[in-house]
């Protein structure tokens, strides 16, 4: 076999962290870490948050971010250690010979300069094209990546296209200058599934038409699978194990490999509705301040006692707009919406203390959705006081109460958000939410934003919860595998307009409309060959057309 287009020996990776008040010391974030990636080659690396999959991808370019330092070991590119090259040859690497996709496209594009103008750049400052050259390249990467109107689409801003659209636009950028590696780092975790298989299938073919080499990082093993000829897992910045995609799909030799492959292997059997329902949404129809376009038409959809609506759809289907009516932070221009048999102010500021109380919401983001500077104690705590006026041993006492049904237990009581992991952080909102003794919780993407791991115990906690509580869902998400764990009925949600509405097993059950067949069949499934088996029925499909 070939030298290794990039070769990796004990990289050790480390930080200097200033907790407070204690001394600065110094961490280490990746032990030891050993892997190759030959030409033409895709390694996907995998793991959860805090893994050092994305301090390991910036490593193969001789970057640490936010004050990592790479500390030991040696990263080889055609067959230098670029860990003993100068400054002056580490400019010529990163944007030419290694480049990298980034997981936020929009994020990462100047907003105020045009798309070809970002796509050429790096390739017209590394000396690899003249302008013209650069900008005939990029149009016709801009065509293999199936973007439209790939002759003009780079003339306008980034603001001016999707979100899938400008994910491609960044695979774009990596590919005009030639590299010999890209690191895509998550470039489609924040991507819907109908979104994100046209992006998969884009950077999949592109990888194959150029012969690049690339490590793919990620969190969904399903997702690197159809990419990926090797997989190395990471935990806690060791590799568990590593190897051919076969071998990590289909026959993991690790228990925590294991754990990531049987990974939403919860039975959740649909419940029959009983009683009468504790929410029901009434031909509800409404637009945004200031516009003249209907964002939600003419939405029916009843959620009863103790059980699970999910409302599932691409972004911009209406789905969070839906949320915002209910709590009255968005009035509809048509429509009403009752609530434990009794007719809801429009607005949030018409709404009883009691209505308040019984309608809870769990966000997508628990890091903002928390006051930094108070306590576990302190955030759960609120609603008690607000609500029931509860104060001293007996406050204390049912904050420990739910601190142990979230399965924290009290030793939290005294600990500020920063020093919990993004799953305790979830968990915490959840507690905070059950304090107020509601009889609906609006879960708004409350998983999302979750290692695959860590999401498995938080819905696992949440079906608990409902049995004990008695509470019901409403369920926000564009993820397939969570509806089909969690659910007892689905809306389907297109552009406003519920598509699909009924019981899960109903729903997902054929016949389809066109829609919903694409959001089904758009999920990334866990076995080999599965992406280019959409790629050929989609084609097949257009021929037909």
């Not at 999707?162 to 030639?178: D, I």
Request: with cysteine; charged share 25%; net charge negative.
């Amino acid at each position: 076999m070939s030298e290794p287009l990039l070769k990796v020996r004990g990289l050790k990776i480390g930080a200097t962290v200033y907790p407070p008040g204690e001394k600065p010391h110094d961490i280490d974030i990746v032990h030891g870490v050993d892997f190759d990636v030959q030409k033409g080659k895709v390694l996907g690396l995998i793991g959860e948050s805090g893994a050092g999959k994305s301090t390991i991808g910036l490593a193969s370019m001789a970057y640490g971010r936010g004050g990592v330092k790479i500390t030991g070991g040696e990263v080889w590119v055609n067959g230098r250690d670029i860990m003993q090259s100068g400054l002056g040859d580490i400019r010529k690497l990163r944007g030419g010979e290694v480049t990298y996709v980034s997981q936020s496209a929009a994020a990462s594009f100047n907003p105020a300069k045009k798309i070809i103008d970002q796509v050429v750049e790096a390739a017209v400052e590394q000396n690899k094209f003249s302008r013209k050259e650069a900008e005939d390249r990029a149009r016709v990467l801009f065509d293999k990546l199936g973007l439209p109107d790939p002759q003009n689409i780079g003339d306008r801003f980034p603001h001016q296209v999707s979100g899938g659209q400008l994910q491609r636009c960044m695979t774009a950028l990596a590919l005009c200058p030639e590299p010999d590696l890209v690191v895509f780092d998550e470039p489609t975790t924040a991507l819907d599934v109908t979104t994100q298989i046209d992006v998969l299938m884009a950077i999949k073919e592109a990888i194959r038409d150029t012969g690049v080499a690339a490590l793919y990082i990620t969190h969904d093993l399903a997702v690197v699978a159809q990419v990926s000829d090797d997989i190395m897992v990471l935990r806690h910045g060791n590799m568990v194990e590593y190897g051919p995609v076969d071998q990590i799909i289909n026959h993991p030799q690790e228990e925590y490999t294991q754990a990531l492959v049987s990974v939403r292997s919860i039975d959740h059997e649909e419940k029959a509705p009983s009683g009468d329902p504790v929410l029901s949404v009434r031909n509800i129809t409404a637009r945004y301040k200031g516009t003249q376009f209907d964002v939600l038409h003419n939405v029916n959809v009843d959620l009863y006692p103790g059980q699970t609506l999910a409302v599932v759809g691409e972004s911009g289907s209406g789905k969070s707009t839906l949320a915002r009516v209910i709590t009255g932070l968005l009035p509809p221009r048509e429509g009403e919406i009752e609530f434990a048999g009794r007719t809801l102010s429009s607005d949030l500021a018409g709404r009883s203390p009691e209505d308040l109380r019984e309608l809870q919401m769990i966000y997508q983001m628990a890091d903002v959705a928390m006051n930094p500077r108070q306590t576990v104690g302190t955030i759960i705590g609120r609603p008690l006081e607000f609500y029931f006026g509860m104060k001293g041993a007996e406050k204390r006492k049912r904050i420990i109460e739910l601190l142990d049904e979230i399965e924290l237990g009290e030793d939290f009581i005294d600990r500020y958000p920063a020093e919990l992991s993004g799953g305790q952080k979830q968990r915490v909102c959840i507690a905070r939410a059950l304090a107020a003794k509601p009889k609906m919780i609006i879960c708004d993407e409350v998983t999302s934003a979750l290692d695959p791991l860590v999401a498995d115990g938080i819905l696992k906690l949440l079906l608990q919860l409902q049995k004990i509580e008695d509470v019901a869902f409403l369920f926000i998400t564009h993820d397939l595998a969570t509806v089909r764990a969690i659910s007892d009925s689905i809306a389907v949600m297109y552009q406003g307009k519920v598509q699909r509405y009924g019981g899960k097993n109903q729903v997902l059950s054929p016949p389809f409309d066109d829609y919903t067949d694409l959001l089904l069949s758009s999920v990334p499934e866990m076995r080999l060959g599965w992406l280019e088996e959409v790629i050929a029925n989609r084609k097949m499909e257009s021929a037909g057309n």
